[in-house]
């Protein structure tokens, strides 16, 4: 004889089945979660082409040179205000508050993710001419359930002069999560700086990092309002975990010398 199928018990089971701690996690701890889950690296084949042709090699070194070695040597002759460079390279020298290459820089943000997470970020850089390092921290609160989630990142950057309106940098460091655990992994950028006018500046910050086999990517579009040693800035981050997100407008304050 069939027995009557029991919906209501049916459906009991399935949510006492249900983990628990998803169904009642904040997004801050799942993307913690996402972000820090342990997952197999995945090898890809390649096929390696050895070729040894002059005409190639060639071709790569004048191009390296005019992406790498000459904004390289710009950024110093920028920073030094030799004469003899600056006029072999053809640029200007950098001034006091210039917010291209700066000897420090700070920055303060408020980013707005929902209703229940927020977070304020602080980036401060010191360098000279070429070469500088950097540390920023993001910290995402929420309010319901209660929890908070930091982002360390450090960075060594070279700093690339295309001109004196375009810097892009290259960056390596590490980018540490700090929540209900402590999970760290390498971390890689590729800020590009653009003023097209004295008074604007755009600002494109790509990082792309790895913690425990998981890639966490953030991109950041800001624009800058500058006046002298200052800057009002305002713009729109996204932060993506394999399965989560944090994403939300910012605005700020930065200050340089």
Known sequence: MLRTFNMPLFALVVLISFPADYAFAGELD????????????????????????????????????????????????????????????????????????PFIRFDASYLAIDPDVDAFDYRIQLGYGTFAFELNQTRYEEKDPPDQLDFYRLYGLLRFSYSDKIEVDLGVGSLILEGDERHSGLSTTTPIIIRPYDWLIVEFRPMWSNVN?????????????????????????????????????????????
């Not at 913690?32 to 071709?59: C, V």
């Not at 002298?228 to 981050?237: N, S, V």
């Open 30 to 101: 799942k993307f913690e979660k996402d972000a820090t889950k342990e997952r197999p690296s995945q090898r890809h084949d390649r096929h390696h082409n050895d070729n040894d042709n002059n005409w190639w090699a060639g071709l790569a070194t004048n191009f390296l040179t005019a992406l790498v070695e000459i904004p390289m040597h710009t950024s110093w002759a920028r920073a030094t205000g030799d004469p003899t460079q600056l006029a072999e390279l053809a640029c200007e020298p950098r001034k006091p508050g210039d917010p291209l290459l």
């Open 213 to 257: 086999g998981s890639a966490i990517d953030e991109y950041e579009l800001g624009f800058l309002f500058n006046y002298d040693f200052a800057a009002i800035k305002a713009g729109y981050r996204w932060t993506h975990s394999p399965h989560e997100s944090l994403d939300g407008p910012f605005i700020g304050a930065s200050i340089r010398y």
